[in-house]
Protein backbone atom coordinates (compact mmCIF):
# COMPACT_ATOMS: atom_id res chain seq x y z
CA UNK A 1 0.00 0.00 0.00
CA UNK A 2 3.10 2.04 0.09
CA UNK A 3 2.14 5.13 -2.61
CA UNK A 4 5.54 7.21 -2.31
CA UNK A 5 4.46 8.64 1.15
CA UNK A 6 6.90 6.61 2.95
CA UNK A 7 10.13 7.49 4.74
CA UNK A 8 11.27 10.33 2.55
CA UNK A 9 8.98 12.52 4.99
CA UNK A 10 9.98 11.03 7.97
CA UNK A 11 10.87 14.39 10.55
CA UNK A 12 8.75 16.42 8.44
CA UNK A 13 4.79 17.07 8.66
CA UNK A 14 3.98 15.07 5.62
CA UNK A 15 1.50 17.52 3.09
CA UNK A 16 -1.76 17.38 3.90
CA UNK A 17 -4.84 15.95 1.51
CA UNK A 18 -7.98 16.62 1.20
CA UNK A 19 -9.98 15.12 3.59
CA UNK A 20 -7.66 14.49 6.24
CA UNK A 21 -9.15 14.68 9.38
CA UNK A 22 -5.71 15.59 11.51
CA UNK A 23 -3.22 18.13 10.20
CA UNK A 24 0.27 19.65 11.54
CA UNK A 25 0.56 23.13 12.40
CA UNK A 26 2.63 25.10 14.17
CA UNK A 27 0.47 25.55 16.91
CA UNK A 28 -0.55 21.86 17.25
CA UNK A 29 -2.48 18.96 15.90
CA UNK A 30 -5.71 20.05 14.30
CA UNK A 31 -8.79 19.17 12.72
CA UNK A 32 -9.91 21.02 9.93
CA UNK A 33 -13.85 19.73 9.35
CA UNK A 34 -13.89 20.07 13.07
CA UNK A 35 -12.50 23.36 14.19
CA UNK A 36 -10.27 22.24 16.56
CA UNK A 37 -7.18 20.92 18.18
CA UNK A 38 -5.66 17.61 19.84
CA UNK A 39 -3.22 18.29 22.48
CA UNK A 40 -2.37 21.88 20.66
CA UNK A 41 1.50 23.01 22.17
CA UNK A 42 0.49 26.79 21.58
CA UNK A 43 -2.46 28.60 23.31
CA UNK A 44 -5.96 27.67 20.65
CA UNK A 45 -9.66 28.11 21.64
CA UNK A 46 -10.50 24.49 21.75
CA UNK A 47 -8.50 21.89 22.69
CA UNK A 48 -9.00 17.98 23.25
CA UNK A 49 -6.61 16.89 25.71
CA UNK A 50 -5.62 13.40 25.37
CA UNK A 51 -3.64 13.28 29.14
CA UNK A 52 -2.67 15.19 31.75
CA UNK A 53 1.58 15.06 31.21
CA UNK A 54 2.16 18.76 31.27
CA UNK A 55 3.95 18.51 26.93
CA UNK A 56 0.14 17.33 25.93
CA UNK A 57 -2.07 19.63 28.30
CA UNK A 58 -0.41 23.11 27.71
CA UNK A 59 -2.39 25.78 29.34
CA UNK A 60 -3.59 28.64 27.72
CA UNK A 61 -6.03 27.11 25.88
CA UNK A 62 -9.69 29.11 25.79
CA UNK A 63 -11.87 25.52 26.29
CA UNK A 64 -10.66 22.29 26.78
CA UNK A 65 -12.23 18.83 26.39
CA UNK A 66 -10.92 15.53 28.41
CA UNK A 67 -11.38 12.17 30.03
CA UNK A 68 -13.85 12.60 33.35
CA UNK A 69 -10.71 11.10 34.93
CA UNK A 70 -8.54 14.03 33.82
CA UNK A 71 -10.31 16.64 35.51
CA UNK A 72 -8.74 16.51 38.76
CA UNK A 73 -5.55 16.65 37.11
CA UNK A 74 -5.62 19.07 35.11
CA UNK A 75 -7.83 21.53 37.31
CA UNK A 76 -4.39 20.81 39.61
CA UNK A 77 -2.04 21.91 36.82
CA UNK A 78 -3.84 24.25 34.46
CA UNK A 79 -5.96 26.00 37.05
CA UNK A 80 -8.96 25.18 39.20
CA UNK A 81 -10.98 27.83 36.68
CA UNK A 82 -10.23 26.85 33.12
CA UNK A 83 -12.90 25.86 31.11
CA UNK A 84 -13.04 22.00 31.04
CA UNK A 85 -15.82 19.58 28.95
CA UNK A 86 -15.36 16.08 30.21
CA UNK A 87 -16.80 12.72 28.55
CA UNK A 88 -17.03 9.28 29.44
CA UNK A 89 -15.22 6.75 27.62
CA UNK A 90 -16.89 5.74 24.35
CA UNK A 91 -19.12 8.74 25.16
CA UNK A 92 -19.77 10.44 21.49
CA UNK A 93 -20.43 14.28 20.92
CA UNK A 94 -20.36 16.21 17.51
CA UNK A 95 -18.32 19.15 16.76
CA UNK A 96 -18.92 20.91 13.63
CA UNK A 97 -19.98 17.90 12.57
CA UNK A 98 -17.42 15.65 13.43
CA UNK A 99 -18.52 12.95 15.89
CA UNK A 100 -15.59 12.95 18.53
CA UNK A 101 -15.31 10.16 21.53
CA UNK A 102 -12.30 8.83 24.17
CA UNK A 103 -11.22 5.80 24.37
CA UNK A 104 -8.80 4.31 26.88
CA UNK A 105 -4.89 5.08 26.36
CA UNK A 106 -3.45 2.91 29.43
CA UNK A 107 -1.31 5.39 29.79
CA UNK A 108 -2.11 7.55 33.12
CA UNK A 109 -4.94 8.22 34.72
CA UNK A 110 -7.79 9.14 32.30
CA UNK A 111 -5.54 9.01 29.30
CA UNK A 112 -7.79 8.76 25.66
CA UNK A 113 -7.62 8.27 22.43
CA UNK A 114 -9.01 10.44 20.30
CA UNK A 115 -11.39 9.14 18.04
CA UNK A 116 -12.72 11.01 14.80
CA UNK A 117 -15.50 10.14 12.72
CA UNK A 118 -16.25 12.32 9.49
CA UNK A 119 -18.16 11.77 6.10
CA UNK A 120 -17.25 7.86 6.36
CA UNK A 121 -14.00 8.63 7.35
CA UNK A 122 -12.28 7.08 10.74
CA UNK A 123 -9.08 8.55 12.45
CA UNK A 124 -7.48 7.96 15.91
CA UNK A 125 -4.95 9.77 17.54
CA UNK A 126 -3.46 7.76 20.07
CA UNK A 127 -1.41 10.35 22.61
CA UNK A 128 0.95 8.60 24.96
CA UNK A 129 -0.31 4.97 25.78
CA UNK A 130 0.79 1.47 26.80
CA UNK A 131 -0.65 -2.22 26.38
CA UNK A 132 0.07 -3.39 29.55
CA UNK A 133 -2.69 -3.03 32.40
CA UNK A 134 -0.98 -1.70 35.09
CA UNK A 135 -4.27 -1.29 37.92
CA UNK A 136 -4.12 2.27 38.12
CA UNK A 137 -6.06 3.52 34.86
CA UNK A 138 -8.55 1.82 32.34
CA UNK A 139 -6.72 -0.39 30.19
CA UNK A 140 -6.11 0.21 26.36
CA UNK A 141 -7.96 -0.66 23.78
CA UNK A 142 -7.66 -0.95 20.36
CA UNK A 143 -10.09 1.23 18.29
CA UNK A 144 -10.66 0.29 14.61
CA UNK A 145 -9.69 3.24 12.01
CA UNK A 146 -8.14 3.88 8.76
CA UNK A 147 -5.39 6.19 9.85
CA UNK A 148 -3.71 5.73 13.43
CA UNK A 149 -1.50 8.88 14.88
CA UNK A 150 0.95 7.08 17.23
CA UNK A 151 3.95 7.88 19.49
CA UNK A 152 7.16 5.75 19.46
CA UNK A 153 8.54 7.02 22.66
CA UNK A 154 10.00 3.45 22.66
CA UNK A 155 10.39 2.51 19.41
CA UNK A 156 13.60 0.87 19.09
CA UNK A 157 13.60 -2.96 19.22
CA UNK A 158 15.83 -3.05 22.26
CA UNK A 159 12.77 -2.24 23.91
CA UNK A 160 10.99 -5.10 25.60
CA UNK A 161 9.21 -4.86 29.21
CA UNK A 162 9.31 -7.51 31.37
CA UNK A 163 5.95 -8.50 33.04
CA UNK A 164 4.93 -5.65 35.54
CA UNK A 165 5.07 -7.88 38.49
CA UNK A 166 8.44 -9.23 37.75
CA UNK A 167 9.82 -5.29 38.34
CA UNK A 168 7.92 -5.08 41.48
CA UNK A 169 8.95 -8.14 42.82
CA UNK A 170 12.54 -6.27 42.21
CA UNK A 171 11.33 -2.79 43.92
CA UNK A 172 10.25 -5.12 47.01
CA UNK A 173 12.93 -6.82 47.63
CA UNK A 174 15.33 -3.78 47.16
CA UNK A 175 12.87 -1.76 49.54
CA UNK A 176 13.09 -5.19 52.10
CA UNK A 177 16.77 -5.69 51.66
CA UNK A 178 17.28 -1.81 52.59
CA UNK A 179 14.77 -1.62 55.47
CA UNK A 180 16.33 -5.15 57.21
CA UNK A 181 20.19 -2.84 56.86
CA UNK A 182 17.98 0.06 58.55
CA UNK A 183 18.25 2.49 55.25
CA UNK A 184 15.75 4.00 53.36
CA UNK A 185 15.07 3.23 49.65
CA UNK A 186 14.59 6.42 47.76
CA UNK A 187 13.17 5.86 44.70
CA UNK A 188 12.91 8.73 41.93
CA UNK A 189 9.92 8.81 39.82
CA UNK A 190 7.95 10.99 37.74
CA UNK A 191 4.65 12.66 39.38
CA UNK A 192 1.86 12.03 37.91
CA UNK A 193 1.32 8.00 36.82
CA UNK A 194 4.57 6.38 37.38
CA UNK A 195 4.71 7.37 40.78
CA UNK A 196 0.71 6.70 41.88
CA UNK A 197 1.37 3.30 39.43
CA UNK A 198 4.41 2.33 42.06
CA UNK A 199 2.26 3.32 44.95
CA UNK A 200 -0.24 0.74 43.87
CA UNK A 201 2.15 -2.19 42.67
CA UNK A 202 4.59 -2.57 45.62
CA UNK A 203 4.19 -4.37 48.66
CA UNK A 204 2.93 -1.94 50.99
CA UNK A 205 3.37 -4.91 53.91
CA UNK A 206 7.46 -4.09 53.78
CA UNK A 207 6.93 -0.37 55.71
CA UNK A 208 6.05 2.72 55.54
CA UNK A 209 5.85 4.45 52.64
CA UNK A 210 6.68 7.86 51.99
CA UNK A 211 5.72 10.81 49.13
CA UNK A 212 7.45 14.07 48.57
CA UNK A 213 4.44 17.01 48.51
CA UNK A 214 4.63 17.45 45.07
CA UNK A 215 3.21 13.92 44.70
CA UNK A 216 0.10 14.55 46.66
CA UNK A 217 -1.88 16.27 44.50
CA UNK A 218 -1.83 13.67 42.03
CA UNK A 219 -1.97 10.96 44.69
CA UNK A 220 -5.58 12.57 45.85
CA UNK A 221 -6.42 12.83 42.28
CA UNK A 222 -6.50 9.13 41.70
CA UNK A 223 -8.04 8.28 45.10
CA UNK A 224 -10.75 10.40 43.79
CA UNK A 225 -10.90 8.58 40.63
CA UNK A 226 -11.20 5.43 43.02
CA UNK A 227 -7.51 3.89 42.72
CA UNK A 228 -6.77 1.82 45.47
CA UNK A 229 -3.42 3.46 46.60
CA UNK A 230 -1.66 2.55 50.17
CA UNK A 231 -2.04 4.95 53.34
CA UNK A 232 1.47 7.13 52.77
CA UNK A 233 3.08 9.77 54.74
CA UNK A 234 4.64 13.03 54.34
CA UNK A 235 7.76 13.89 56.23
CA UNK A 236 6.11 17.29 57.89
CA UNK A 237 3.50 14.84 59.36
CA UNK A 238 3.21 15.36 62.58
CA UNK A 239 4.12 12.21 64.61
CA UNK A 240 6.46 10.88 62.54
CA UNK A 241 8.75 8.48 63.42
CA UNK A 242 12.47 9.22 62.69
CA UNK A 243 13.73 5.34 63.03
CA UNK A 244 10.74 4.29 60.57
CA UNK A 245 11.41 7.16 58.02
CA UNK A 246 15.27 5.13 57.70
CA UNK A 247 13.79 2.08 57.09
CA UNK A 248 10.71 3.65 54.64
CA UNK A 249 10.25 3.61 50.63
CA UNK A 250 10.45 6.91 49.58
CA UNK A 251 9.22 7.90 46.47
CA UNK A 252 9.81 11.70 45.06
CA UNK A 253 9.97 13.24 42.26
CA UNK A 254 13.57 13.82 39.80
CA UNK A 255 14.21 16.90 40.79
CA UNK A 256 14.21 16.18 44.78
CA UNK A 257 17.63 14.59 44.03
CA UNK A 258 20.41 15.98 45.63
CA UNK A 259 18.08 18.51 47.71
CA UNK A 260 18.07 18.83 51.33
CA UNK A 261 14.67 17.41 51.70
CA UNK A 262 16.58 14.07 51.47
CA UNK A 263 18.49 14.56 54.89
CA UNK A 264 15.90 13.51 56.83
CA UNK A 265 16.34 10.23 55.48
CA UNK A 266 20.08 9.80 57.00
CA UNK A 267 23.62 9.72 54.97
CA UNK A 268 23.33 6.11 54.56
CA UNK A 269 19.87 5.69 51.89
CA UNK A 270 19.71 3.73 48.68
CA UNK A 271 18.49 5.45 45.89
CA UNK A 272 16.83 4.10 42.59
CA UNK A 273 15.28 5.40 39.36
CA UNK A 274 12.33 4.12 37.70
CA UNK A 275 11.91 4.68 34.01
CA UNK A 276 12.14 3.16 30.83
CA UNK A 277 14.84 4.62 29.98
CA UNK A 278 16.76 2.68 32.66
CA UNK A 279 16.80 -0.54 30.03
CA UNK A 280 19.58 1.82 28.25
CA UNK A 281 23.03 1.10 29.35
CA UNK A 282 24.76 3.82 31.56
CA UNK A 283 21.06 5.29 32.06
CA UNK A 284 21.59 4.25 36.03
CA UNK A 285 24.88 5.95 35.99
CA UNK A 286 24.35 8.67 34.73
CA UNK A 287 20.87 9.53 37.06
CA UNK A 288 24.23 8.71 39.83
CA UNK A 289 21.64 6.39 41.39
CA UNK A 290 22.47 2.64 42.53
CA UNK A 291 19.30 0.76 40.92
CA UNK A 292 17.80 1.53 37.92
CA UNK A 293 13.90 0.06 37.58
CA UNK A 294 12.89 -0.68 34.21
CA UNK A 295 9.30 0.44 34.19
CA UNK A 296 7.61 2.30 31.51
CA UNK A 297 4.15 4.19 30.89
CA UNK A 298 4.48 4.06 27.31
CA UNK A 299 4.41 1.12 25.27
CA UNK A 300 7.35 -0.98 24.07
CA UNK A 301 8.61 -2.53 21.04
CA UNK A 302 6.29 -5.31 20.73
CA UNK A 303 3.72 -3.35 22.28
CA UNK A 304 3.40 -0.18 19.90
CA UNK A 305 3.39 -3.54 16.77
CA UNK A 306 0.36 -4.95 18.19
CA UNK A 307 -0.93 -1.72 19.19
CA UNK A 308 -0.94 -0.59 15.65
CA UNK A 309 -2.24 -3.71 13.98
CA UNK A 310 -4.90 -4.04 16.21
CA UNK A 311 -6.21 -0.69 14.67
CA UNK A 312 -6.16 -2.24 10.99
CA UNK A 313 -5.30 0.79 10.59
CA UNK A 314 -3.67 1.60 6.26
CA UNK A 315 -1.89 4.48 7.24
CA UNK A 316 -0.34 5.21 10.41
CA UNK A 317 1.27 8.70 10.86
CA UNK A 318 4.04 8.96 13.74
CA UNK A 319 4.28 11.87 16.27
CA UNK A 320 7.57 11.67 18.58
CA UNK A 321 9.99 9.62 20.13
CA UNK A 322 12.05 7.16 17.30
CA UNK A 323 10.17 8.33 13.91
CA UNK A 324 12.35 7.21 11.41
CA UNK A 325 12.97 3.83 12.90
CA UNK A 326 8.66 2.83 13.18
CA UNK A 327 8.11 4.82 9.53
CA UNK A 328 10.71 2.44 8.17
CA UNK A 329 9.36 -0.52 9.93
CA UNK A 330 5.67 -0.04 9.25
CA UNK A 331 6.72 0.77 5.26
CA UNK A 332 8.37 -2.37 4.68
CA UNK A 333 5.10 -4.22 5.77
CA UNK A 334 3.39 -2.30 3.15
CA UNK A 335 1.43 0.01 5.21
CA UNK A 336 1.69 3.72 4.11
CA UNK A 337 3.39 6.09 7.34
CA UNK A 338 5.25 8.92 7.54
CA UNK A 339 6.01 11.24 10.41
CA UNK A 340 4.56 14.74 12.13
CA UNK A 341 6.89 17.16 13.26
CA UNK A 342 5.45 18.03 17.02
CA UNK A 343 6.49 19.23 20.41
CA UNK A 344 5.58 16.07 22.77
CA UNK A 345 8.12 14.46 24.44
CA UNK A 346 10.42 17.02 26.26
CA UNK A 347 8.78 17.67 29.69
CA UNK A 348 8.02 16.05 32.79
CA UNK A 349 6.72 12.12 30.92
CA UNK A 350 9.73 9.87 30.54
CA UNK A 351 12.26 12.16 28.92
CA UNK A 352 14.31 11.18 26.26
CA UNK A 353 18.11 10.28 27.00
CA UNK A 354 19.47 13.47 26.00
CA UNK A 355 17.64 15.40 28.18
CA UNK A 356 18.59 12.77 30.63
CA UNK A 357 21.85 13.21 30.10
CA UNK A 358 21.50 17.21 30.16
CA UNK A 359 19.82 16.62 33.50
CA UNK A 360 22.05 14.45 35.39
CA UNK A 361 23.90 15.84 38.86
CA UNK A 362 27.85 15.94 37.97
CA UNK A 363 29.43 13.00 39.09
ZN1 LIG B 1 2.32 11.12 28.64
Known amino acids: MADGHTSSQVGSSAVPRPGDLVVARPEGLYCPP ?58 KIELNGVKVSLHPAGHVLGSSQVRLEHQGRVWVVSGDYKTEYD ?6 EPVPCQVFITESTFGLPIYRWAPQAQTFAEVNAWWHANAQEGRASVLFCYAFGKA ?7 DASVGTIVVHGALEPLDAAYRAAGVALPDTVRV ?29 FGSNYSDAFASGWMQLRGARRRRAVDRGFVLSDHADWPGLQAAIAGTGAERVIVTHGSVPVLVRWLSEL ?14 DDEPPPTAEAAEAPAP
Open 236 to 264: TDEGVDAALLKRSLVLAPPSAQGTPWLRR
Open 135 to 140: GTCTPF
Open 334 to 347: GLEAHGFHTEYGEQ
Open 34 to 91: GGFHIDAWRPVDRCIITHGHSDHARMGHNHYLAHTDSAGVLRARLGADIALQTLAYGE
Open 196 to 202: QRILHGV
